[in-house]
């Protein structure tokens, strides 16, 4: 009941979210006030912390968390991980040690690694907000660090769940019994990737015995690395019925190559929800796509760290973004693409 009830008070602040953070700022700033009236307007710092800063999918958080702010007279500084743990730690204690911020919204390259550092900040008296990915060992929405003030996070395994779901939709289109695939993986050292992935290949093994990994490789997220990829194992395994890809650019790549190589019969499947993505689906090129709200996913971490900066009212708050604030659900495909509008 407190998770629905912190979902329904964060709806109406998310809701009409545009592509890349574009945000309307009366309703916003209504969705802060409310509780000490003189705390209700007051300017704050935000200290913004992302896994990867080049990456498109960040940029949008980047630029939604930023829109947010603004909306809501308050600052953001964004720190760059650039992928590796050790910087992010750096970045996190150097934040802290500054004394200029009024509340960190973490989003972590791995969860566990950055545990201490949540700790420190808020033994600063600095509130922390976690965004994107868990912080801690487990793919939860529950804070796992006492004392956190919320967290609006895309679980990894619902993800994987949505790919693997997606992918025997795709094996039934191809008629195929076993259907065999190829997997194409992001970065190992991205939490998210690598607990998609593990997902993924627990949920098949678990739920759709009649798919079959015949081979798997390291994308990296990179389109010319998972086309040079595809391009390997499709000659090494000609009958391939389905190619997996774990983000839209590297599915883009594979779509290239399946038409190079006149393989009309091989279905290819994203995801991240991308309008490039989405294009691909309304084209007939993508079979389908699993969701991901950027955009409004920032948008609501952003919220709770500038309430919690004020002092205002936040409570328990615990939002699994594609389950709790998709329109659509988890996945998008031929049948529902029209209703769903990408935010990156």
């Known amino acids: 009941m407190r998770h629905v009830l912190a979902v329904s008070l964060l709806v109406g602040a998310i809701a ?20 000490a009236s ?5 300017h704050v710092n935000i200290a913004h912390f992302v896994a990867i800063q080049a990456n498109p999918v960040e940029q949008v958080i980047i630029k939604s968390a930023k829109a947010t702010a603004a ?20 970045n996190c204690q150097d934040a802290i040690a500054s004394k200029k911020y009024d509340a960190f919204v973490l989003k972590a390259v791995s969860g566990p690694p950055l545990i ?30 006492p004392g956190i003030v919320g967290t609006a996070v895309t679980l990894s395994t619902t993800n994987g769940v949505a790919i693997a779901d997606l992918t025997n939709r795709a094996c039934q289109k191809a008629g195929a019994n076993p259907c065999k695939i190829i997997y194409l993986f992001g970065p190992v050292a991205f939490d998210y990737a690598s607990i998609t992935r593990k997902t993924f290949k627990d949920t098949v093994k678990a739920k759709y015995p009649n798919i079959k990994v015949v081979a798997e490789a390291a994308a990296n997220f990179d389109p010319d690395t998972g086309a040079q990829q595809a391009r390997q194992l499709l000659q090494v395994h000609p009958d391939i019925n389905v190619v997996v890809n774990d983000s839209d650019p590297v599915a883009i790549a ?26 691909a689906i309304k084209a007939g090129k993508q079979f389908g796509d699993t969701v991901i709200l950027p955009a409004t996913e920032a948008k609501a971490a952003m919220l709770m760290a500038i309430r919690a900066a004020r002092k205002q009212k936040v409570g328990d708050t615990t939002i699994d973004v594609t389950k709790d604030l998709s329109p659509i659900g988890t996945i998008v495909d031929a049948e529902n693409v029209d209703k769903y509008k990408p935010e990156w």
């Open 16 to 35: 009409g979210v545009a592509a890349c953070g574009s945000s309307s700022g009366g309703g916003d700033q209504a969705s802060t006030t409310g509780t």
């Open 38 to 42: 003189g705390n209700a307007n007051k």
């Open 71 to 90: 909306a809501n007279n308050a600052s953001v500084t964004t720190f760059d991980s650039n992928n590796d743990v050790q910087r992010e730690l750096a």
């Open 116 to 145: 201490p550092c949540a700790r420190q900040a808020m033994d600063a008296g600095i509130p922390v907000v976690v965004q994107g990915t868990a912080l801690g060992p487990k793919q939860t929405t529950e804070p796992q660090v």
């Open 254 to 279: 594979t779509e290239k190559v399946v038409a190079d190589l006149h393989k009309n019969n091989i279905i290819t499947v994203g995801a991240g929800g991308s309008a490039v993505g989405v294009n």
